[in-house]
């Protein structure tokens, strides 16, 4: 059956627009789109559909986009299958809105073989109602010894490598390994940080690290750590993305990459675009992710990196930790937090805030991600994939990590005001999530 979107407000990344119309959408990919009311459907070319044909949806003037497209999800499968599986992230995602996740490879043991990802991906097909495409290990084991078998690993499904936070510290096995996947077309996600200075730190250095007393790297080792992946860059003319650039220090290293024609690009994470150190305060341990929150100055020159397309991409870097793994003191405590749910309504904080308008926060949610990786989801154009979220941009809510679909509820934004409920998510076509 064909369905017919009317009375939206359709934000559209790809052309830049937030205007009134509406979508036709047939064997799971948009047929066409049109301004204005249900009426405006009847006139198009091709478009005769008698209402036996038809299942309308009535928007009622709330926002159509295209489904988020969220790169560097942890699902904790296989090894630590209590803190998050396919199915409870599968469900997450479809109630945040992200309609592809893009797995990250940090599991134990590392997604580092052909069968241990083809174990993964016949468990995401089984049971996550969203699309799935998963990372893979560069390194095995991602210890930073011996590259993976990138070849294999991209004919098992494999749309990208990296070894999350383990910085691959031996620069000749990162040369090789990035010539290595420049011979095979692969892209590289990598964690740029120099990681001796950053090794156990639990906060960003400064005046509040120290009044904590807590152990704190400099926003120069991101600085470091992208300047000698861009040199190698230099080297191999591999494809690279840096998974979160979070400091003003690390930006002019990356436009003057981008300057010079390298296939770069960067992503940062929600929490690093909508909280800063000082929220910390009181030693908060669900405040504490990786790499640390920075200093204001440091997230407002993010957001403006994002503004101006920079920084391309916005993530939610989704990370479950258990309570036990938490409820331990600062320094201690694993970093991390969930996301899945609350990237949507986190990242319209910045819209109310007048920082950045709704196509702007979706071109690097759900275009930039999905361009990087050659999908051709990401847009409201016809002959797109109908993977879609409509939702209230206005709908303030407190939050509750209880009610949290994620195994784990180790969220900042516990108890805090948000504003933007989602209200149905479609992939290819199908709803997967209607708010009740």
Not at 71 to 85: F, L, M, N
Request: glycine fraction near 8%; aromatic fraction near 6%; charge should be negative.
């Amino acid at each position: 059956m064909t369905t017919l979107f009317t009375n939206a407000r359709l934000i559209d990344p790809e052309a830049g627009t937030d205007t009134p119309g509406g979508l036709i959408v047939s064997q799971g990919r948009i047929t066409a789109v049109f301004p204005g009311g249900a009426d405006a459907a009847k006139e198009l070319p091709g478009h005769g559909l008698s209402p036996d044909e038809v299942a309308e949806v009535d928007c009622s003037g709330m926002c159509l986009a295209p489904g988020i497209v969220d790169i560097g999800v942890k699902v904790c499968e296989p090894g630590e299958r209590h803190k998050e599986s396919y199915k409870s992230a599968g469900l997450a995602a479809a109630a945040g809105g992200v309609t592809t996740m893009v797995t990250r490879p940090d599991t134990s043991p590392a997604i580092d073989s052909p069968e241990t990802l083809e174990f993964v991906t016949r468990r995401a097909q089984a049971d996550a109602p969203v699309n799935v495409l998963p990372m893979a290990a560069l390194t095995k084991g991602r210890e930073g010894r011996e590259m993976t078998e990138i070849g294999f690993l991209m004919d098992a499904g494999a749309v990208a490598f990296s070894d999350c936070d383990h910085v691959v510290a031996n620069t000749k096995v990162f040369t090789r390994a990035l010539a290595y996947a420049k011979s095979c077309g692969a892209l590289v996600v990598a964690h740029p940080q120099e990681p001796i200075l950053s090794k156990g730190a639990a906060a960003t250095a400064g005046k509040f690290a120290a009044l904590y007393g807590l152990p704190a790297v400099s926003p120069m080792a991101e600085r470091m750590g992208l300047d000698r992946d861009i040199a190698l860059l230099e080297m191999t003319g591999a494809k690279y993305h840096a998974d979160q650039i979070t400091t003003a220090r690390a930006l002019p290293a990356l436009e003057r990459a981008k300057a010079n024609g390298l296939d770069i690009t960067a992503g940062t994470s929600i929490h690093h675009l909508t909280l800063n150190e000082l929220d910390v305060s009181g030693y908060r341990t669900f405040f504490k992710v990786k790499p640390p929150l920075r200093s204001e100055e440091d997230r407002l020159a993010v957001v403006e990196a994002v503004r101006t397309g920079l920084i391309d991409i916005i993530s939610s870097m989704h990370t479950p930790q258990d309570e036990e793994s938490k409820r331990l003191p600062f320094e201690e405590s694993a970093a991390g937090a969930v996301a899945l749910e609350t990237l949507l309504p986190a990242a319209l904080r910045l819209y109310h805030a007048g920082q950045l308008d709704l196509p702007a926060l979706w071109r690097a949610m759900s275009l930039n991600p999905a361009r990087r990786l050659g999908l051709e989801s990401g847009r409201l154009a016809a002959g797109a994939p109908a993977d879609l979220v409509l939702f209230d941009p206005d709908a303030p809510f407190v939050l509750d990590r209880f009610q949290l679909k994620s195994k784990s509820q180790n969220t900042p934004f516990d108890t805090q005001r948000m504003q933007g409920r989602v209200l149905s998510t479609y992939v290819a076509g199908e709803p997967v999530y209607r708010r009740t």
